[in-house]
């Protein structure tokens, strides 16, 4: 039988053409998911007269725990909304020790719209659920009897500006959607924010393009769980949110079940609604991200093992080239490789209004968020997988049917 051989230069060369050639099927064939305009949220006109039916009326359901310190904040953007008909707001207290309830309240008062907001004391979740989507359904079952026209499941430290719930409402009205959510601006205000966030919000977009979501013809399906406008009438087709009881990365489950049962759901970028949750430190970035990274990964070692390949191929091996390749053919692969990684991750930066030097950063970070992703699979295999406010919820005894 005849040998076959192997140029070993030839096998160099493919795989220097490897990282590029990643890079040109991101750039031009991956829904345009860099393109970071053509995602945001269209912009408010606070004087604009109600494009929506003025019956439209919204409830927003606010699950907390221990968020005290930023839910008055949230609270008050919520009801000093305009162009909608008056929000009311239920608040779902779950289990909250440091004075949640009372800092809801007092910031509907001092609004002089106390009525508006209800709060309700969440009961510990019942076996199978999730605390936070366990709080979630309580809030549905309150406003329920309130028959709103949408519900906005919103996080305790998101803060509206005050037409962007009109917008997302006119947004579902105008494209005949079910669920509108939005990636509320996250905040830079710290440097390991500046190196990190911006990036958070660039690989998501990779993982569930804007273009594909919103489009019927693809399955890709995904939401931002701070801000969720959604029909009751889409939620209950959907299974509710029993459906989706004991999801970690609850939002991209729901939009999944929204779009199965044949919903239309559309996701944007927000340019002023922001997140007042503050990262101080690499740490506490580190720790949000490995809280759902294996739970993404299905809890498979074999995925993960596929991921560290795929960033290495894709994000690492560029500046390695540069840094160990001698042949001025793998140099150049590898340049044009950071090259078209940096020009589209360029626009998330200038997006998030950093300095554009932070684009050169991308293959650290992605070194970075692989090492929370090791350290996800490993809380995992601890029993300590999913941990959030005190509570470990991505624990072998919680797994979903058929993982």
């Avoid at 493919?14 to 050639?21: C, G, K, V």
């Avoid at 927000?270 to 580190?286: H, M």
Wanted: charged residues 15%; proline residues 7%.
């Amino acid at each position: 039988m005849p040998q076959v051989s192997v140029d070993p230069v030839t096998v160099a060369q493919a795989a220097a053409a490897l990282p590029l050639a990643i890079w040109l099927y991101l750039l031009l064939a991956r829904g345009g998911f860099w393109r970071v305009s053509r995602a945001l949220l269209p912009r408010s006109s606070p004087g604009a007269a109600v494009v929506s039916p003025p019956g439209r009326r919204v409830v927003a359901v606010v699950p907390a725990r221990d968020e005290a310190e930023g839910i008055g904040r949230a609270v008050s953007s919520l009801l000093a909304q305009k162009r909608v008909p008056p929000v009311e707001v239920i608040v779902v207290d779950d289990g909250s020790t440091d004075g949640t309830a009372e800092a809801a309240m007092r910031a509907a008062e001092d609004a002089g719209a106390g009525e508006r907001l209800t709060v309700l004391r969440g009961t510990p979740p019942p076996p199978g659920w999730t605390g936070k989507l366990w709080a979630m359904s309580q809030g549905v079952a309150a406003a329920a009897g309130r028959n709103p026209d949408f519900l906005l499941f919103t996080d305790a430290d998101i803060e509206y500006a005050p037409g962007d719930v009109a917008v997302l409402a006119d947004t579902a009205e105008a494209q005949r959607l079910d669920l509108v959510s939005l990636m509320v601006r996250l905040s830079t205000a710290t440097f390991a924010e500046r190196c990190l966030i911006p990036a958070f919000v660039f690989f998501f977009l990779k993982l569930y393009p804007p273009a594909w979501i919103a489009s019927p013809r693809s399955s890709v399906a995904g939401a931002a769980g701070g801000c969720m406008l959604i029909r009751p009438a889409a939620l209950a087709r959907a299974g509710g949110l029993a459906a989706i009881r004991g999801r970690i990365i609850d939002d991209c489950a729901l939009a999944r079940a929204v779009k199965s049962s044949g919903g239309r759901i559309w996701l944007g970028l927000a340019r002023q609604t922001r997140s007042l949750r503050v990262y101080g430190s690499f740490a506490e970035i580190g720790a949000m991200i490995s809280r759902t990274a294996f739970n993404q990964l299905r809890h498979s070692y074999l995925l993960l093992a596929g991921t560290l390949l795929g960033l290495l191929a894709t994000y690492l091996a560029p500046p390695l080239l540069l840094l160990l390749a001698r042949r001025p053919d793998a140099l150049a692969l590898g340049g044009a490789a950071w090259l078209l990684m940096t020009l589209c991750y360029l626009p998330m930066v200038r997006f998030y209004r950093v300095s554009s030097a932070y684009a050169l950063l991308l293959p650290a970070v992605a070194l970075f968020y692989a090492g929370a992703t090791v350290h996800s699979a490993v809380q995992y295999a601890a029993g300590r997988g999913g941990k959030w406010k005190g509570r470990a919820q991505d624990v072998r005894s919680a797994r979903e049917p058929g993982m």
